[in-house]
């Protein structure tokens, strides 16, 4: 037995015959993944990243059995880190972003204006907009809902307002531009995976998007015509308020960050050029007009930001809300959000190359051939099957780009509508699962359940509305952007050389083995 198995891990003169995996142990592979989430992460709660790298492991014995040997799933996994290394730089640069936006004021500012106007007789409606509004700006639901969210928490508890309808305002607005923003993780993810650019996928979400939030906003709008009028902002938004202004000189200077985001999504100079601009830009109005040291803003840059570099020597002196605005970001912060991105393209690597997803979903795929609206249907059952046993949007998305790209190429629709269908589930629908990061995160920040009398999510309407969106816009053929004939034989040419030079890159391996 130990033999047999060092033959698998050791190079061999005798190539090795592969064969495709058969349908039972497909669909093993696949209740061995749900398994180990649902006992693990769900169970006993342990993080999510070490049961992916356990299925990773015994997927690679179970390719063994399938004629692959170890450097043949190695290289398959290299291959597919090519991709990675952008989305795992974009991270990188979106955390250390987010903190010199915090340094420089930006962020702080935007939140002072947004408790400024706020309608305290619309609680339910300004919590969604500014939340909306925070979102996109910073790229991150969870940061959104730690900070803005939890200051309009606090506002509308303090009115009134009822604690489930309040949180399903603020979630529902933070997933708005957790899904629309130019640098957030998911936003980044979703094109790269399924082979089209930000922009281009930003556009075509906007076709579900836009309307969920007009219901959404209306739905809201109605809820807060029920509460009592003449309500003022509670103790925490006015000390959040006071407070952001003393550490801070707020004027439209340190607007110019953001400014140069927002001109980058409408030029499309590029995701990654748009955010070192404005992180750059951010330095210097960090250095220059707030009068940081410089020392302190490359650290916060680097390592996230502290108050401490404002000069606040003791931070139990600041509420605990400026500290969730402020104590952010940061390019090691990143580190958990990348390794999970790791974790989850070697279990899909691994799962494509030997031919599990394929087999798996065989039966699945046959049903979509040519028939779009089964497609679309498809995608986002599978997405949520998969951000339910995984926990995360990350895999999901990953995973499932990889069973159902060629399809879509294969029906000539553009990587766009494959992109915004995975977010129409893997970031709209997070919220939903309670044992999901997202769920848990908002469940135990804000002290509510998500079903039952008292959950949030039946009044999160845009984690519903999304998927139904994409039903109705299969349905009726709007916005389900068509591919040139030129451009649909690049597509499939391209996996299929990507799948050849796989197979060419392994033949030169087994060819130095043998030598």
């Known amino acids: 037995m130990a033999k047999k198995l060092l033959d698998y891990v050791t190079p061999s003169k005798e190539p090795k015959i592969k064969r495709a995996p058969t349908f039972f142990e497909s669909v093993l592979a696949i209740i061995i993944l749900v398994a180990l989430i649902g006992i693990g992460y769900i169970g006993f709660g342990w993080p999510v990243n070490p049961m992916l790298m356990l299925a990773s492991l015994i997927f690679v014995f179970m390719g063994f059995r399938c004629g692959w040997t170890w450097d043949a799933l190695q290289n398959a996994i290299v291959e597919k880190f090519k991709s990675v290394t952008v989305i795992i730089l974009m991270n990188f640069l979106v955390g250390g972003t987010i903190a010199a936006c915090i340094f420089c004021g930006t962020i702080p500012y935007l939140i002072y204006l947004i408790f400024k106007l706020i309608n305290p007789d619309q609680i339910y409606l300004w919590s969604f907009v500014s939340c909306a509004i925070f979102s996109v700006v910073t790229g991150t639901s969870w940061t959104t809902a730690g900070t803005?969210?939890?200051?309009?928490?606090?506002?509308g508890i303090g009115m009134g307002a009822d604690p489930a309808i309040l949180v399903a305002a603020i979630v529902s607005?933070?997933?708005?531009?957790d899904k629309l923003s130019p640098i957030s993780e998911t936003t980044i993810l979703a094109p790269l995976c399924a082979g089209?650019?930000?922009?281009?996928?930003?556009?075509?979400?906007?076709?579900?998007?836009?309307?969920?939030?007009i219901i959404c906003a209306i739905f809201f709008y109605i809820c807060g015509s029920s509460m009592p009028g003449g309500q003022q902002l509670p103790e925490v938004a006015l000390t959040t308020m006071e407070e952001l202004s003393q550490l801070f000189k707020f004027s439209p200077v340190v607007l110019i960050p953001f400014i140069l985001i927002f001109c980058g999504s409408i030029f499309k100079w590029g995701n990654m050029p748009s955010l070192c601009?404005?992180?750059?830009?951010?330095?210097?109005?960090a250095i220059f007009y707030q009068r940081g040291a410089t020392i302190d803003v490359l650290n916060a840059f680097m390592g996230g930001m502290k108050v401490s570099y404002l000069g606040v020597e003791d931070a139990t002196t600041l509420s605990s809300?400026?500290?969730?605005?402020?104590q952010r970001g940061g390019m090691s912060g990143m580190g958990s959000t990348n390794i999970t991105v790791c974790c989850g393209f070697v279990l899909a690597a691994i799962m494509g190359a030997v031919g599990f997803l394929q087999t798996a979903f065989a039966p699945i795929l046959n049903l979509c051939r040519g028939k779009r609206v089964r497609l679309i249907i498809s995608t986002l059952f599978t997405d949520f099957v998969i951000l339910s046993c995984a926990g995360s949007s990350y895999p999901a998305h990953i995973i499932v780009s990889e069973i159902y790209k060629r399809e879509y190429f294969e029906q000539g629709l553009d990587p766009k509508v494959l992109s915004r269908t995975l977010e129409d589930v893997g970031t709209m629908c997070t919220p939903l699962?309670?044992?999901s990061a997202s769920g848990a995160y908002?469940?135990?920040l804000f002290g509510v359940a998500a079903y039952g009398v008292?959950?949030?999510?039946?009044?999160?309407?845009?984690?519903?509305?999304?998927?139904?969106?994409?039903?109705?816009?299969?349905v009726t053929g709007i916005a389900m952007f068509k591919m040139s004939d030129e451009k649909r034989k690049q597509m499939l040419a391209q996996l299929d050389e990507e799948a050849r030079n796989e197979g060419e890159v392994e033949a030169v391996r087994q060819a130095v083995a043998e030598n």
Not at 148 to 155: R, T
Not at 202 to 208: D, E, F, G, H, P
Not at 277 to 285: D, E, M, P, Q
Not at 454 to 473: D, F, T, V
């Open 442 to 444: 908002y469940i135990g």
């Open 148 to 155: 803005i969210g939890l200051a309009m928490f606090g506002a």
């Open 454 to 474: 008292g959950g949030y999510c039946k009044y999160a309407l845009n984690c519903w509305l999304n998927p139904i969106a994409a039903i109705i816009l299969a």
């Open 173 to 177: 607005g933070a997933i708005f531009g």
């Open 277 to 285: 601009i404005a992180s750059f830009a951010a330095v210097f109005v």
């Open 321 to 326: 809300a400026t500290l969730s605005i402020l």
């Open 433 to 435: 699962v309670p044992w």
């Open 196 to 213: 089209t650019d930000v922009y281009s996928h930003i556009y075509s979400m906007l076709y579900t998007t836009i309307p969920t939030a």
